[in-house]
């Protein structure tokens, strides 16, 4: 849409959430386990810029209490290396939503218009 800036967040963003599940797919295996990609959530796309933070929120909120989950359940467990996996990813999580979290306040707070022209360009 011509939003360099957001695009270019959200772009390195979504490769560094790659990077995660291909580690946490490593240590599935590594575990004997099999990933079980085919049971992934509805793929959504927001029409407009709004729509696309949200969704991001949504999907964001998932990425902070999925791990958070797994670290107790590893530490309940005993599976150290689960865990040290896990936890270093949880800060990184919560920045990503708050960041979010900010956008849509500015969002809300400059209009749209505003905010939008504030994304253009590198």
Do not use: C
């Amino acid at each position: 849409w011509g939003f360099d800036r957001l695009a270019s967040h959200l772009r390195d963003d979504s490769i560094d959430e790659m990077r995660d599940v291909e580690a946490y797919m490593d240590r599935v295996l590594l575990l004997g386990g099999l990933p079980n990609l085919q049971r992934l959530d509805a793929f959504q796309v927001g029409e407009n810029v709004r729509e696309v933070i949200d969704l991001s929120i949504t999907l964001e909120e998932g990425a902070v209490a999925q791990p958070r989950a797994a670290v107790q359940l590893a530490d309940q467990s005993g599976d150290v290396g689960t865990s040290e996996l896990l936890s270093p990813k949880m800060p990184e999580e919560e920045g990503q939503l708050e960041w979010l979290r900010i956008q849509r306040s500015l969002l809300d707070q400059l209009g749209e218009a505003l905010y939008l022209a504030g994304q253009v360009g590198e």
